[in-house]
Structure formats: C-alpha cells, structure tokens
C-alpha cells in the first residue's frame, strides 16, 4: 500500500512563496498521478494541481494558475508544490493524494471517491495579509 509524506507548508505573508513537498512510499505501478489537494473548514477538498509520474502532463486549478507549479523528482516518486504570489485565499489546509490515471481527471473526479486511495497527514498553509 502506499504511503505520502508531506513536508513544507506554514506562515507567510500575502505575495510570499512556499514549496511543499510529497515523497511516496511503496508500491506505484502504471499510471499513476500524484498532486495536492487542499481543504478549509467547512468546505470540500478542492483539487489544486497534479502530475503524471510516467510522464510530465500536469493539471493545474484555475484558481491557481500562473501562481502554483507542479514538478516531480522522477525516478524518487517525489512531488513538489511551488506556491508564489501567495494569497490569503490559498489558506488552508493541503493534503497529497495519489490515484491512477491522468491528472486531469483531478478537476472531475470527486476526493470522496475510492480512486483516491493514498492521503498525506495534509500541512498547513497560512497566508497573513
């Protein structure tokens, strides 16, 4: 089974960067997309950005667009998050999750369902104005 660990995250100011982190522990076999999904009390887990871990297609939120990147260390089933021009709207809470097939399936399919079956701890992102 697999296993996501999360590092990175924590308080920065509005227009500052952060860069979380997700290493992947065991078994990824065929395609296989990895990313991050982040979630505010109250509200559903919104999907953020992902990456094809055979490959280099990635799906990235609008919402977050020409601001967050999506890369990976190939080969060391590591992921990365690239947050800049940070805003106090991205607060919250972000979880790593890996499920097979492509990452643009991340903008349909809902977190609730089973295809997303590995979850990090989730890290926190504070963004003061």
């Known amino acids: 089974q697999v296993q996501l660990m999360e590092s990175g995250g924590g308080s920065v100011q509005a227009g500052g960067s952060l860069r979380l982190s997700c290493a992947a522990f065991?078994?990824?076999?065929?395609?296989?997309?990895m990313g991050w999904f982040r979630q505010t009390p109250g509200k559903q887990r919104e999907a953020v950005a992902s990456?094809?871990?055979?490959?280099?297609?990635?799906y990235v939120a609008d919402s977050v667009k020409g601001r967050f990147s999506i890369s990976q260390d190939k080969g060391k089933k590591i992921v990365h998050l690239q947050m800049d021009n940070l805003k106090p709207e991205d607060t919250a809470m972000y979880y790593c999750?890996?499920?097979?097939?492509?990452?643009?399936?991340?903008?349909?399919?809902?977190?609730?369902?089973?295809?997303?079956?590995?979850w990090g701890q989730g890290t926190q992102v504070t963004v003061s104005s």
């Open positions: 999750a890996a499920a097979p097939g492509h990452p643009s399936m991340w903008a349909s399919v809902s977190p609730e369902s089973v295809i997303f079956g590995a």
């Open positions: 065991g078994p990824i076999t065929n395609r296989v997309s």
């Open positions: 990456i094809d871990t055979a490959g280099n297609d990635t």
